[in-house]
DNA sequence: CGAGGATGCCTTAGCGCTGAGATACATTGG
DNA sequence: CCAATGTATCTCAGCGCTAAGGCATCCTCG
């Protein structure tokens, strides 16, 4: 266990912070690295690293809800943005792609795949013709209604561990880093 | 504006800890929620939200600097963690699976790949006929020690608005949800 | 030893997404 | 009013991944 020798100064001050926090794998990749390109800083991937890690972990667990009641990721995305949007539960295509960060073509995949399910109405905007008004329908209503909450407890489950001071750090931390990539600008 | 009025408990945590922190997507979500299901508790999503929409920007960005190096996200992967073994640069399909968690029919298709272009050469195992030994070619080392620094800056670059204090605690808070789930356990 | 199960890797159908491009409609400026 | 440009959506080929299953090899234990 030679990797565990070698320590970056940011796991220091992390030591320093929280007590006793057990070798993961990204402390094992950094310290492969010390080893094999000593040159080279490479810190940030305490960082980067665990995000890839935390979001496939976290991506299998929050499928794992959307399966139970018959959705998928995708779909779940598209009916809460509707839902949470509010009366009269209306976007347009281009608003769902933008809130969910995918190309206008995956958003006609997923709208293709919802309508076909019933779950919502894609009818053309008197607005604007070129435009389409994607509305949640009754069953689509009741679909989301019954997944937010088992997905909002899910979430809960999976922040158990977290003190408050931790959770609040994160999210200013995370905040921090989406304003720096140009988050919110748009 | 009106859902700038509604702030979660984490968020005013938040607030005193690094002050004027700008309204990002996700003060939006919540908010939209809090005047549509104010009997929810959503504010996990603060966390979820932020660690999804952090997700997709950074992978755009690492992206780049891999395109720039005639590679992408699976390839660097497979290259940087051969180098990081040490030498002799050798690792198993299993081995490659386990860091990148993705199935073996992903690796074996990243390795197709790498191998056709000359980056890595797949042999079979003497101990285990039924394994393989992978290992990075003149040519992958070569790529991967041109790509490797050029990665690390990048990743210097996305970080450089965060204080150390800042970085710390993200890195702690996804140690600890890491652990939560099941991480190093392995 | 030899059977049954475990392991390591590969194969393949199917999925959701991207990127490039097409179409239809809207807006702007002369 | 019209031409040029911009915008909203859809189409589609191609990509990497998963899930399920197959094959060869190794291990365990009666």
Redesign the pocket.
Known sequence: MTWLTVTSSLRKLAVIAYPEPVADHLDRVVAQWGAERPDLDVSPMEVFGRLKRLF?LVD?EL?RTFAEHGL????F?VLATLKRSGPPYRL????L?ES??????????????LEARGLVT?TR?D????????ELTPEGHALIDRALPAHVANEHRLLAGLDEAQKAALIEAMRALLEDLGEGSG
Chains 1, 2 share one sequence.
């Not at 998928?72 to 779909?75: E, R, V």
């Not at 347009?92 to 608003?95: D, H, I």
């Not at 607005?127 to 994607?134: E, G, M, N």
């Open positions: 496939r299998a499928n998928d990721a995708p779909s995305d347009t295509p281009t608003g792609m969910a960060m995918v190309t206008s073509g995956a958003i006609t995949q997923r709208l293709d795949r894609r905007s607005q604007d013709r070129r435009s389409r008004d994607v």
